[in-house]
T-cell receptor
């Protein structure tokens, strides 16, 4: 079956513009995660969805960042008024997640490389 | 808070030599531990995971890792390196609460002829 897909694969934008990054999880996966990978910070957790709700938004770096998930499937990460420090690879992952201490595996998409000029 | 430490941001081995990538975690409660590999311009691929069932975990591509509670370590090994193993390797921990992963800073493995 298809894995996690993300679009676009690359996005170049100007400082101050808004961007939307999309994630299509593996069909049937109830949990969805966004991570950011940057040179200075490594891999950081941003937000986690269980179904359409986000119990943990603790990793969102500022109120310019938001995410939603609809129909328990596709998720969109929106960055408003982009700054140069937002340049990074944004990775999405999904998992089955069947319990609070689940050992489900997170499957990662290829990422979206965001460059803010 | 859980943290994951990977010693050595760059490791270089000869083809056919032993690969040893180090990972230590900090937690009073043993977490679930993972090793992921990332090839250039690709996402993360799971190599193996520790879920308390067995301390020696075998993964894909000939990799294995041993969980040592006394040392809070989960080092990744492969007996014989292959050129195709050149990639970046990440150790990660999940201590529950939504299963978000805390990653180490990664180790870039270089395999030389």
């Amino acid at each position: 079956g298809a894995g996690v897909s993300q679009s676009p694969s690359n996005k170049v934008t100007e400082k101050g513009k808004d961007v939307e990054l999309r994630c299509d999880p593996i069909s049937g996966h109830t949990a969805l995660y966004w991570y950011r990978q940057s040179l200075g910070q490594g891999l950081e957790f941003l937000i986690y969805f269980q179904g359409n709700s986000a119990p943990d938004k603790s990793g969102l770096p500022s109120d310019r960042f938001s995410a939603e998930r609809t129909g328990g499937s596709v998720s969109t990460l929106t960055i408003q008024r982009t700054q140069q420090e937002d340049s990074a690879v944004y990775l999405c992952a999904s998992s089955l997640y069947s319990s609070a201490r689940s050992t489900d595996t997170q499957y990662f998409g290829p990422g979206t490389r965001l460059t803010v000029l | 808070a859980q943290s994951v430490t990977q010693l050595g941001s760059h490791v270089s081995v000869s083809e056919g030599a032993l690969v040893l990538l180090r990972c230590n975690y900090s937690s009073s409660v043993p977490p679930y531990l993972f090793w992921y590999v990332q090839y250039p311009n690709q996402g993360l691929q799971l190599l193996l995971k520790y879920t308390s069932a067995a301390t020696l975990v075998k993964g894909i591509n000939g990799f294995e890792a041993e969980f040592k509670k006394s040392e809070t370590s989960f080092h990744l090994t492969k007996p014989s390196a292959h050129m195709s193993d050149a990639a970046e390797y990440f150790c990660a921990a999940d201590t529950g609460g939504g299963n978000k992963l805390t990653f180490g800073t990664g180790t870039q493995l270089k395999v030389e002829l």
